[in-house]
């Protein structure tokens, strides 16, 4: 039976989506005509639908804004090629894009006439799109991927690389081994691009995994963040799973049948609050006298981005 909860810190919000949220909300506040948000503002969908009770639209493409509207990109960020789009639509447009994801686009921006890259991320996900439309880019997600870039990277030519700022640590960090060692003359950034928030709640992860019998990751099937904490945890205590909601945890078949007396919760950067709020009630009411509390070596995530002046540009 379950008898003990301990709740990773930090987890859930991290200042990147506080601040697209914020974002989305101030505009809306202040807009006098419907706004849109291309694509998922941030991968949660509690969070989507919330904005939308409140009207807020979601579009997959420019195309199915009226010309002149209102339009927000999200914390992911989006090409320069999507940017030029909203230009000739004449939209008004607004940048969610968390600030961390920025300053890839800039470093890909600065040293795209001199240098070859290669892209350490996810094939399809919203934030590599974005990045690789910067300038030209061969996308790798694991160390095979890089040696098959042997015959295609120009050695009398400059190369770095950047990073998808929610990839896992350790994982990544075999992937930049793998391209010094096949690539020698690369050029290595002086700091990687995993976000503070990716690498923080990971390391609150491993911090924790010993004292419990599993983890439960609070977070959508497409937050990269929230497969990275899975993965980690799988690979300590493989009978961790994910869930995106409350109705989603079976406890029986979850916790009960795999005997599980003690468990940890963490949320990944894109998850409220409430939902685990919501998920430890739900295991209160199932177990009399259970104790979830903090676990002892937990920290706050402090950081903060402010919004900028502007909050609607043509």
């Known amino acids: 039976m379950l008898k003990k909860v301990y709740l990773a810190n930090p987890r859930g919000f991290c200042a990147g989506v506080k601040y697209a949220i914020s974002y989305v909300d101030k505009v809306h506040e202040e807009s006098q005509q419907p706004v849109y948000v291309r694509k998922e503002i941030v991968h949660n969908r509690r969070v989507v639908e919330d ?6 639209q979601f579009i997959e493409d420019l195309s199915e804004a009226p010309e002149g509207s209102t339009v927000i990109f999200s914390a992911h960020g989006v090409s320069p090629a999507v940017v030029e789009e909203a230009k000739k639509r004449n939209m008004k447009v607004g940048d969610a894009t968390c600030p961390l994801v920025t300053r890839v686009h800039r470093k890909a921006k600065n040293l795209k006439d001199t240098h070859q890259f290669i892209y350490i991320g996810h094939h399809g996900h919203d934030e590599a799109i974005g990045t690789m439309g910067e ?9 095979e991927e890089v040696q098959d870039l042997k015959d295609k990277i120009d050695p009398s030519k400059p190369l770095t690389y950047l990073m998808q700022t929610t990839l896992s640590v350790s994982d990544t960090k075999k992937i930049v081994d793998k391209i010094a060692e096949v690539f020698p003359f690369v050029e290595h950034p002086a700091k990687d691009d995993i976000c503070y928030a990716t690498t923080e709640r990971q ?8 004292a419990v019998d599993a983890m439960i990751v609070i977070g959508a ?3 990269s963040n929230s497969l990275r904490l899975l ?6 205590k493989p009978l961790s799973f994910r869930i995106s909601s409350a109705e989603e945890l079976d406890i029986h078949k979850m916790i009960l049948e795999n005997n599980i007396e003690t468990i940890g919760i963490t949320a990944g950067a894109s998850s409220p609050q409430i939902l685990v709020d ?7 009411a199932e177990f009399t006298g259970l104790d979830i509390s903090l676990f002892p070596e937990s920290r706050e995530d402090t950081m903060n ?8 540009q043509e």
């Open 203 to 210: 390391e609150a992860v491993t911090q924790m995994i010993d």
């Open 278 to 284: 919501e998920i430890c009630n739900k295991l209160s």
């Open 135 to 143: 300038a030209p880019m061969f996308l790798v997600e694991s160390p």
């Open 231 to 236: 993965q980690l945890a799988q690979k300590t």
């Open 305 to 312: 981005f402010k919004l900028p002046k502007i909050l609607i």
């Open 221 to 223: 099937n497409n937050s």
């Open 51 to 56: 904005m939308k009770k409140r009207g807020i």
